[in-house]
């Protein structure tokens, strides 16, 4: 899928074959499967206009999954509005786990995760698979990333720090993987990367249909919405503004199944498929700048592995590398199933005062299930929902509570 992907700076991104070089700019890499499954689902179905909304030909979703899946946008510019409530509770006043002398409050592992709840605006501009430019715009500052060639930038104005990452310089010539490696939250906050991963997800258990049409940052727009057929799945409806002209998805909207405003809901509010100015990419850090180099990021690690010392949770590999990990169900029912190296924090017989203290925690955020799995503690958000059992396995899914407890019984 052609994405606006702004932090595209994965290892894959220098290998001739990597999606990035293969779309030379953003075209969208809609699975093929989508498609059929739209026309075998709901058949040929027309958009119809609603009242007030823009008057444009009719269109089925088969055709308009097919015009996202041909959309190839190389330049744009524009901002973008993101507001996420999955119902997280905050962090207590005052607790960090970043680094006592904030030595990587600039990098995005520090800085991006706040796009995970409220309202965030941002400004973004895209010249080719090279260079892409987001910055999140702040109240009283402003968090810049910056991609260009070799070079990226992350600088955060308020706290006047940067994070700097550089490719090696042969790494392209060589075939080697050497582009430095950021994390996606950036690019997962765009309306074209949250499309993706909706429609990766049509199956035979999904209905799609065109639903109307609607203006977005002033462009004409279909309305595509996906809505899951399963019952346990916690999602009520995905909606996708899809921009007439280009095929470029312009708003995501994510509905929850118990009501209510949505979930995450991402759009562009303006947008300009012109040429961006060179010198947007261009970045030198201000005078007093605080830089941290990507390899300083390891010691930053260790000493928030030192601050989870007692806690049942250091060492905890990402969820990747966690062991155990399968797939549980099918579809839009899915759970993944992991587990933690050693349990959970006071699971044990020996389980030290902080360890204890932990599990009192994890306790008082979410409730207690049995099952014939044994027993463990649900916590719940308006969208994801996770069963952690005494033992220390882990089942997350975009399900309900019983349909974990079923997922665990099932993996007994």
């Not at 075998?40 to 996202?68: F, M, Q, R, W, Y």
């Not at 042969?170 to 074209?192: I, N, V, W």
């Not at 095929?247 to 562009?268: D, N, W």
């Amino acid at each position: 899928m052609a994405r606006i992907r702004p932090t595209q700076v994965a290892d894959d991104a220098w290998d001739d074959e990597s999606p990035v070089r293969r779309r030379k700019g953003f075209r969208y890499a809609v699975p093929v499967a989508a498609a059929g499954v739209a026309a075998a689902t709901i058949g040929l179905v027309p958009a119809l206009a609603n009242s007030g909304d823009p008057d444009l030909p009719k269109i089925s979703a088969e055709e308009l999954i097919s015009k996202i899946a041909a959309a190839d946008v190389q330049q744009a510019s524009g901002t973008v509005k993101i507001t996420t409530d999955l119902g997280l509770p905050g962090l207590p006043e005052g607790l960090s786990l970043g680094g006592d002398d904030g030595a990587a409050s600039a990098s995005p592992e520090s800085k991006l995760p706040e796009l995970a709840s409220g309202t965030h605006t941002l400004r973004f501009a895209v010249d080719g698979p090279d260079r892409q430019r987001v910055s999140i715009i702040e109240d009283a500052a402003e968090y810049s990333v910056i991609h260009n060639g070799q070079e990226v930038w992350a600088y955060d104005s308020g706290s006047n720090t940067a994070f700097h990452a550089t490719a090696p310089k042969d790494a392209a010539a060589k075939g080697e993987k050497g582009q430095p490696e950021l994390p996606a939250d950036l690019r997962d906050a765009t309306p074209q990367e949250l499309a993706e991963r909706a429609l990766a997800a049509v199956d035979e258990n999904t209905e799609v249909r065109v639903d109307g049409t609607a203006k977005v940052a002033g462009r004409d727009a279909y309305q595509l919405k996906i809505v899951p057929k399963q019952d346990d799945s916690t999602i009520g409806s995905v909606r996708i503004a899809v921009d007439a002209e280009k095929g470029v998805p312009l708003k995501f909207t994510l509905t929850p199944k118990s009501g209510g405003k949505a979930v995450v809901e991402a759009g562009f509010t303006k947008i300009d498929f012109g040429k961006p100015s060179a010198s947007g990419f261009e970045f030198t850090p201000p005078k007093g700048t605080k830089v941290t180099e990507q390899g300083d990021l390891e010691r930053e690690a260790a000493k928030l592995d030192e601050r989870l010392d007692g806690t049942g949770l250091k060492g905890v590999k990402p969820a990747e590398e966690l062991s155990g990990l399968k797939l549980i169900g099918e579809s839009w029912n899915s759970v993944v199933q992991f587990e933690i190296p050693g349990g959970l924090p006071g699971g044990g017989a020996a389980s030290s005062d902080a360890e204890g203290a932990a599990a009192d925690l994890l306790d008082s955020l979410g409730d207690k299930v049995k099952g014939d799995f044994g027993s463990g503690t649900v916590f719940s958000t308006r969208l994801v929902n996770a069963l952690l059992t005494d033992d220390g396995k882990v089942f997350v899914g975009a399900v309900d509570k019983d349909a974990l407890i079923k997922a665990a019984d099932a993996a007994k």
